[in-house]
């Protein structure tokens, strides 16, 4: 499974892909960062990120875009950015008919490090390693957008067979 | 000038195109709602409303694109999918090199109804008798993207004449 991670935001948006299945090593297949300048109007800044998530599409064909969950109730400040800028990432995959996976920062956090309050460090740290990179990838955007990857790849599994349980019980609530 | 107001939201997009000038008797060109089934995947409701905006724009081209700016502290359940619709909207102007004008509520209110604080019902009422319409648009989502294009109809004058006096004083402040 190929999947594209992104760490939404308007200043700096990360994106990294990761090739995996569970239980088996991951290789990263790419990492960067899409920016838009601050003082540039909203607008052109939402074209500037739809046109560097459509950049990474292109180059990697990932099967499934991993993004953010973005809580209102997380950093007041900077959340509209971050809801915007996963609009338009999720709108890129969504029109190529790729599906869309939301995960929260406490359970990519979870994923990769086993504790969903870790600090970015050790996010940082543990992508490192699970990818065997030299160093842990800069801005930290960028390494969290791995860790989202990550985690999709290593929870893909649960989530599908608890959505086809519950598909197979809403069959049976339908025929009983 | 007609502007195309959109009061965004992810199960209800309002849409409402004004033409008209400052000082001149203002036109309803089209009134209409975008709406997404809200137990549909996000990343589909976000293709469908940008299907939407896409329609509304070839339709009757408008000059300026004017949208509710939105705010985290405002009804923090409905915010994200708000943030969201309006980053399409947006991105659907700007990608047409049409300008993205934005407004809070407030303004709209005071621009149709002279209070900031006016309730839906004072703002529709405002609406229909701004537009010369024999009833209210339904829904309100209908009737706030009509007050949104006639606030930015009635303020873009005076927002323009702010930004050519602020771009003169940052000359002068070059050349000092």
């Known amino acids: 499974m190929r999947v594209l991670g992104v760490d939404p935001g308007l200043t700096r948006c990360g994106v990294g892909v990761v090739e995996g299945a569970a239980g088996r090593p991951l290789t990263m297949r ?6 838009t300048p601050a ?12 046109a560097g998530i459509e950049h990474w ?20 400040r900077t959340v509209m950015g971050t809801a915007q800028a996963s609009a338009v990432a999720m709108l890129c995959a969504s029109r190529r008919g790729i599906p869309v996976a939301l995960h929260t920062p406490s359970e990519v956090k979870a994923a990769v490090t086993g ?4 600090d970015k460090a050790q996010v940082g740290a543990m992508v490192t390693r699970l990818l065997r990179l030299d ?42």
Chains 1, 2 share one sequence.
């Open 30 to 35: 790419g990492v960067g960062v899409v920016r």
């Open 39 to 50: 003082d540039a109007e909203l607008g052109s800044r939402l074209v500037a990120i739809e």
């Open 57 to 76: 599409l292109d180059e990697h064909r990932p099967e499934v875009l991993a993004v953010e969950r973005v809580f209102s109730q997380h950093n007041v």
């Open 115 to 118: 504790s969903g309050r870790a």
């Open 135 to 176: 160093a842990p990838p800069k801005p930290a955007d960028a390494a969290d957008a791995l860790a989202l990857a990550i985690c999709h790849i290593w929870r893909a599994p649960a989530q599908n067979r608890l959505q086809q349980a519950q598909a197979l019980h809403a069959r049976k609530g339908r025929t009983a």
